[in-house]
Nanobody
Framework: QVNLVESGGGLVQAGGSLRLSCATSGSIVSINDMRWYSQPPGKQRELVATITSGGSTNYADSVKGRFTISRDNTKNTVYLQMNNLKPEDTAVYYC?????????????????WGQGTQVTVSS
């Protein structure tokens, strides 16, 4: 069984910062891409940032220059440093990871989701 657990969300004023963490656990063989998504109230889930196993990153235009995704492969954890937060960043943030596990001695690769963490930015 694989678990992704996010933490670090909360209430912050505009211009402030938060750092989200997502720790993975379970019988994991390897972790490939890791991502952060956001889902604003009443809207669809959107991709915010991606980091590959090699450390290459990609960001949504709306967060470029303000958010930084990183990972610690020794801890199977991905982070999202969010600076200069804006009210429009208010959303539930979800961690997503493509990872491989052994199921009945066979390698299975699929993506997993965390439960989400609320980020609220006040004006």
């Amino acid at each position: 069984q694989v678990n992704l657990v996010e933490s670090g969300g909360g209430l912050v004023q505009a211009g402030g910062s938060l750092r989200l963490s997502c720790a993975t656990s379970g019988s994991i063989v390897s972790i490939n891409d890791m991502r952060w998504y956001s889902q604003p109230p009443g809207k669809q889930r959107e991709l915010v940032a991606t980091i590959t196993s090699g450390g290459s990153t990609n960001y949504a235009d709306s967060v470029k220059g303000r958010f930084t995704i990183s990972r610690d492969n020794t801890k199977n954890t991905v982070y999202l440093q969010m600076n200069n937060l804006k009210p429009e960043d208010t959303a539930v943030y979800y961690c997503n990871a493509d990872l491989s596990t052994l199921v009945l001695f066979k390698l299975r690769t699929r993506d997993y989701w965390g439960q989400g963490t609320q980020v609220t930015v006040s004006s």
